[in-house]
Nanobody, 127 residues
Framework: QVQLVESGGGSVQAGGSLRLSCVASGSAGIPYYMAWFRQAPGLEREGVAAIYTEGGTAYYAASVKGRFTISRDYHKATVYLQMNSLKPEDTATYYC????????????????????WGQGTQVTVSS
C-alpha cells in the first residue's frame, strides 16, 4: 500500500505559477505511474498529467500542454507538477494518483487506471 501526500496548492492571479508536490510513501516503493488529476465543483475528475516514474515518459491533457510540466525525483519518491501561465479555469482541487503496475493498455489520464489517491490540494486562480 502506498500513501500519497500532496502539497503546494494556493491562490494565485491569472498568469502566475504554482508547483505541486506529491510524496509517495510505504513499503512498496515508488509506484510505476503517478499522475495529477483535478476536479472543479460540479465537474468530473479529469486527468491533467501523468508520468512513468522509472523512465520519465510524460503524458498531458491538451488543456495544459505547454503550460504544465510533470516531473519526478525517483529517489525521493516525489512527483511535481509545475503549473505556469495559470488561468481561472485551472481552479480546482488537484489530486495525486498512483498505479503499482504497468499500464497494460490503460489510458494514463483516466481515473480508472489508478488505485491510490491523495487527499487533494486546492488551487485557486483569480482573474
Amino acid at each position: 500500500q502506498v500513501q500519497l501526500v500532496e502539497s503546494g496548492g494556493g491562490s494565485v492571479q491569472a498568469g502566475g505559477s504554482l508547483r505541486l508536490s506529491c510524496v509517495a510513501s510505504g513499503s512498496a516503493g515508488i509506484p510505476y505511474y503517478m499522475a495529477w488529476f483535478r476536479q472543479a465543483p460540479g465537474l468530473e475528475r479529469e486527468g491533467v498529467a501523468a508520468i512513468y516514474t522509472e523512465g520519465g515518459t510524460a503524458y498531458y491533457a491538451a488543456s495544459v500542454k505547454g503550460r504544465f510540466t510533470i516531473s519526478r525525483d525517483y529517489h525521493k519518491a516525489t512527483v511535481y507538477l509545475q503549473m505556469n501561465s495559470l488561468k481561472p479555469e485551472d481552479t480546482a482541487t488537484y489530486y495525486c494518483a498512483a498505479r503499482r503496475d504497468s499500464l497494460w493498455g490503460n489510458d494514463p489520464l483516466l481515473t480508472s487506471t489508478y488505485e491510490q489517491w491523495g487527499q487533494g490540494t486546492q488551487v485557486t486562480v483569480s482573474s
